[in-house]
């Protein structure tokens, strides 16, 4: 089946602590987004690749971090989580074969917790 | 930067009204896409509009795209209790393959 999966779907964590959310795609997918979403302001973009080994910053990318060593894994990592970084975390993944955006699969999302 | 609205924030209807929500752009969209999201799940993509003044339906939705290509709009004929959730669109400029969504319309059925 093809998706997107993120681990891990809860976290609770505390400020300073390390954590990476996981996620991987089986669609072969060249092109891989972080989103964060949060009451009234929609689905804001963090971080964003376009293939392995590039990536760049969305809208709000201050306080993460990410990888893309391979094609299918994205993850994210907050070096040192604050409480402002509590949110709805959404991996998405998408082709880049048109002129046109195709369009996302996104993952069921991480909810952070961080006190 | 390019910023897209959209509005209501909210809206409430009894079940069998329509339904409509507007997406604005600052900017010249080369394409518009529409998600739904459903309580507690993943936002899901509908369909995307590419061409200026284009209008696709999908059984009750309709979406239509502007003819300058900064808006567009979903519009539910009679709407049903699975229709309940939240409506996102998101565009992206010509030549940047960023894809920026709205701040979504979250509807809610009265039975």
């Known amino acids: 089946e093809a998706q997107v999966t993120q681990n891990p779907r809860y976290l609770i964590t505390v400020t300073g602590k390390k954590l990476t959310v996981t996620c991987s795609q089986n669609m072969n997918h060249e092109y891989m987004s972080w989103y964060r979403q949060d009451p009234g302001l929609g689905l804001r973009q963090i971080y964003y690749?376009?293939?392995?080994?590039?990536?760049d910053k969305g809208d709000v990318p201050e306080g993460y971090k990410v990888s893309r060593k391979e094609k299918r894994n994205f993850p994210l990592i907050l070096e040192s989580p604050s409480p402002n970084q509590t949110s709805l975390y959404f991996c998405a993944s998408s082709r880049r074969d048109s002129s046109y955006n195709s369009p996302l699969h996104f993952g069921n999302g991480t909810r952070l917790t961080v006190t | 930067g390019q910023q897209v609205m959209q509005i209501p924030q909210y809206q409430h209807v009894q079940e069998g009204e329509d339904f409509t929500t507007y997406c604005n752009s600052s900017?010249?969209?080369?394409?518009i896409q529409w998600y739904k999201q459903r309580p507690g799940g993943h936002p899901v993509f509908l369909i995307q509009?590419?061409?200026?003044?284009e209008v696709k339906k999908q059984k009750r939705l309709t979406f239509q795209f502007g003819e300058a290509k900064k808006n567009s709009s979903l519009h539910i004929t009679a709407t049903q209790t699975t229709d309940v959730g939240t409506y996102f669109c998101a565009g992206s400029n010509f030549g940047n393959e960023k894809l920026t969504f709205g701040t979504g319309t979250r509807l809610t059925i009265i039975p």
């Open positions: 900017t010249t969209l080369s394409n």
């Open positions: 690749s376009m293939n392995v080994e590039v990536t």
């Open positions: 509009l590419v061409k200026s003044g």
